[in-house]
C-alpha cells in the first residue's frame, strides 16, 4: 500500500459504515430463523431411486468409520495401511463422497486448488482436469479412494448411526443404526462433517408457494433439466448469495427466462482464476509433491513466510496474510497493521465490482462493507459478469431478507416479485454441538452421555481423542487448529489417528484412551493459547462464522494456528510420551 492509499483510508468512517451495515442485518432470532431441511422439503436423497430393502446387519468389525466424505475416507484407508481387515463406512448417503455426494448444483467446483485439495492425489493417480475441479470429478474420486482400498466391501450406504455405546466387558463399541443394524467394533471414527445438514430460512408463507421450491444440496435435475434447459421458459428466484450462489447464479443466468438474485448480504467476490491442468507438468512432479505444496500453502494462509508461493491464488493474498506480512515489517501496532491491510483489500474487491458491474446501482448494491474474514471469501470469474445480462436482476433487500412468500412468488420491501422456480441457497446447519452434531447418542464407560462429559467444553487430548470414550476417534473441528483447506487438516488428523491405531495393534491388547492428566494438559493449553475472536467478530455483520450476530465467548481451537498444531502433532509422534494414551484392558 503507497503512502497516499494509507492516507486516503479513513478507519474511523469505515468502521461506522461497518457498524450500520451490521445493524441493519442483526436479528433477534438469531440462528432460530433457520430450520432443518424436512422430509417434505426434499431431505430425502435425489441420487438413488428405489427401495433399499436389505436385512439388518449383525457381526463384528475392526473398525467403524460414521461418514463416507474425505475424513472418513483417509482415516480408513490409513487404518487398511495399519492392517485393519473388516472396515465398515456408514452413511446416510447412497455412496462415497459425502458433501460432494450430496451438492451437485451446476457450477459446484471446489474453492481451494484441486491439487491440494483431493486427498491421496499421488496414491490413487488420477491428474484433476481443472486448477478448481468441479464437483462431478471430486465425487469420483472419492469414489476411486474407495475401490483403491477396498471400502466398498463392508460399507453400509443409505444408513445412519443412531447410537454408539462402550462395552467395557467387550472392550468394544456396539453400534445400532436407524436401519435395526448392530455392529460391534473395536475402533469407531466419527467424521460426519460440517456440511451435512442443509437448512431453510424461516420465510413465512413458505408452504404458499405454489411454484417450485428445491434446496442447492437438492438440486431438482427433473425440474429444471440436466442443461437446464426445461428453465428456459422460467422466472427463477436465487435466494441467498453465498458460496454456494457465488457458483450458481452464472449457470442459472444463461438459461432462465429471467433470474431474479435475492441480496441480504453480498460476498467479498474476488479473481479466481481456474485453467486446465497442463498434462506436462502434472508429469514433471516428483514423488511428495502433494504434501510439500499443501505445506507450502499451509504456511502462506497461516502467514508464515515461504521461499515461494507454489499455489498462487488469492487464498494466498487475504486480509488476514497481507495484515501478518505488514505487521511483521514492524511499521505500526499489529491490530492496527491487520485492520489496515483489511481496508486496503476490501476496497479491490470492492473496486473490482465497479470495474465489472455496468450499472452502477446494481455495483453499489454488490459492494460488500465488513471485513473480509467476516465471511468466507468467495472467487469467481463470472459470478459479477452475470448482473450484467438484461434477463438478470439483482434485488437488494438491504439486510432484511425476504418479508414472506405468496402463492405466486415473493415480497420484497412490501413489494411482490412473481416467479416459478425458487432455489434456496441457504447454506448448512453449522456451529451445532460437536458432541450431538452427528446426530448419535454416545455413551462410553458407565453409560456416560458424551454430550454430558463435553457439557462444560470439549475435552480432548490434541483434539481427537476423550477419557472415558476408549477407542473413539473425532475428525473435524474439535481442540485443533482449521485451514482453508478443510481436507489437508482432515488428512492430516486421520494419519495421526491411524498411526495411534498402528501402535495399539503392534502393542496388542490395549484401549487408545487418554489420561486425566494428558488431557487436562489439552484442555488447559486450549484455553491458555485460544484466540479471543469475539470482539473482532461481533463487529461483523451476521453470519455462520459469528453465529448469526452471536458470538461464543470461547474459542475451542488451537490459538497457535494449523502450523504449530500439525508441529504438536509430529512432535508427540517422534518423541512424547505415547503411554499416555494407551491402558490395559
Known amino acids: 500500500m503507497t ?29 432460530d430463523q433457520y430450520a432443518p431441511l424436512a422430509a417434505d422439503r426434499g431431505a430425502g436423497d435425489p441420487w438413488v431411486r428405489g427401495d433399499d430393502d436389505r436385512a439388518p446387519v449383525s457381526d463384528a468389525v475392526d473398525a467403524l468409520v460414521v461418514g463416507g466424505g474425505f475424513g472418513g475416507l483417509v482415516a480408513a484407508a490409513r487404518f487398511r495401511d495399519a492392517g485393519l481387515e473388516r472396515i465398515r463406512v456408514v452413511d446416510a448417503a447412497g455412496d462415497l463422497g459425502g458433501t460432494w455426494y450430496w451438492n451437485r448444483y451446476p457450477g ?83 467424521s460426519s462433517g460440517p456440511f451435512n445438514r442443509p437448512k431453510l430460512p424461516g420465510i413465512p408463507g413458505i408452504d404458499d408457494f405454489r411454484g417450485h421450491t428445491f434446496h442447492t444440496s437438492r438440486w431438482d435435475y427433473d425440474h429444471t433439466g440436466t442443461d437446464l434447459e426445461r428453465l428456459a421458459d422460467r422466472r427463477v428466484a436465487v435466494i441467498g448469495t453465498g458460496a454456494t450462489a457465488i457458483q450458481v447464479v452464472p449457470h442459472l443466468a444463461r438459461t432462465a427466462e429471467q433470474l431474479l438474485v435475492v441480496q441480504r448480504t ?60 505488514r505487521a511483521g515489517e514492524g511499521r505500526e501496532d499489529p ?12 476496497t479491490e474487491i470492492r473496486a473490482r465490482v465497479d470495474e465489472i458491474v455496468a450499472d452502477p446501482g446494481t455495483a453499489d448494491a454488490l459492494k460488500p462493507w465488513y471485513r473480509q474474514m467476516c465471511k468466507r471469501p468467495t472467487f469467481s ?54 458432541a450431538t452434531r452427528a446426530g448419535v447418542d454416545i455413551r462410553g464407560r458407565g453409560g456416560l452421555p458424551l454430550a454430558e462429559y463435553w457439557a462444560d467444553g470439549l475435552r480432548t487430548f490434541h483434539g481427537w481423542v476423550s477419557r472415558g470414550f476408549p477407542n473413539l476417534f473425532h475428525l473435524g473441528s474439535t481442540q485443533n487448529a482449521a485451514s482453508p483447506n478443510f481436507a489437508h487438516v482432515l488428512e492430516v488428523q486421520a494419519e495421526h489417528v491411524a498411526g495411534v491405531v498402528a501402535e495399539a495393534q503392534r502393542r496388542g491388547d490395549v484401549l487408545v484412551e487418554p489420561t486425566a492428566a494428558a488431557e487436562d494438559r489439552w484442555v488447559a493449553t486450549i484455553r491458555e493459547r485460544a484466540v479471543d475472536m469475539q470482539d473482532f467478530q461481533a463487529q461483523c455483520t451476521p453470519g455462520y462464522y459469528n453465529f448469526e450476530g452471536r458470538p461464543r465467548r470461547r474459542s475451542e481451537q488451537f490459538g497457535g494456528g494449523p502450523v504449530e498444531f500439525h508441529e504438536v502433532l509430529a512432535d508427540w509422534r517422534a518423541h512424547g510420551d505415547h503411554d499416555e494414551v494407551f491402558t490395559s484392558r
Open 266 to 325: 453480498p460476498s467479498s467476490v474476488d479473481e479466481r482464476g481456474d485453467r486446465e491442468t497442463d498434462a506436462d507438468w502434472w508429469e514433471s512432479l516428483e514423488p511428495g509433491w502433494q504434501r510439500t505444496r499443501r505445506e507450502n500453502f499451509l504456511a502462506l494462509v497461516d502467514g508464515r513466510a515461504a521461499a515461494d508461493d507454489l499455489v498462487d491464488d488469492r487464498w494466498t493474498d487475504t486480509a488476514p496474510v497481507r495484515g501478518r506480512r
Open 3 to 31: 503512502v497516499q492509499q494509507e492516507q486516503a483510508i479513513d478507519l474511523e468512517a469505515l468502521r461506522a459504515r461497518y457498524r450500520a451495515e451490521r445493524d441493519r442485518r442483526l436479528r433477534p432470532d438469531g440462528n
Open 335 to 346: 491490530a492496527l497493521a491487520v485492520e489496515l491491510a483489511d481496508a486496503e483489500k476490501m
Open 108 to 190: 459446484v467446483a471446489c474453492d481451494v486448488e484441486s491439487y491440494i485439495y483431493l486427498p491421496l492425489l499421488e496414491e490413487v493417480g488420477v491428474m484433476p482436469t481443472r486448477k478448481y475441479a468441479p464437483g462431478e470429478e471430486i465425487r469420483r474420486h472419492a469414489q476411486a479412494i474407495g475401490r483403491r482400498f477396498d471400502l466398498y466391501r463392508d460399507a453400509l450406504f443409505r444408513t445412519e448411526v443412531t447410537s454408539l455405546a462402550w462395552d467395557d466387558e467387550a472392550a468394544r463399541w456396539t453400534v445400532r443404526t436407524n436401519r435395526g443394524d448392530v455392529v460391534s467394533a473395536r475402533y469407531v471414527v466419527i
Open 381 to 434: 470469474d463470472a459470478y459479477l459478469q452475470a448482473f450484467n445480462r438484461p434477463n438478470v436482476t439483482l434485488l437488494d433487500t438491504r439486510g432484511a431478507g425476504v418479508e414472506r412468500l405468496t402463492a405466486d412468488g415473493l415480497v420484497v420491501d412490501g413489494v411482490e416479485h412473481p416467479v416459478d422456480t425458487i432455489v434456496l441457497a441457504t447454506g448448512f446447519e453449522l456451529g451445532a454441538d460437536p
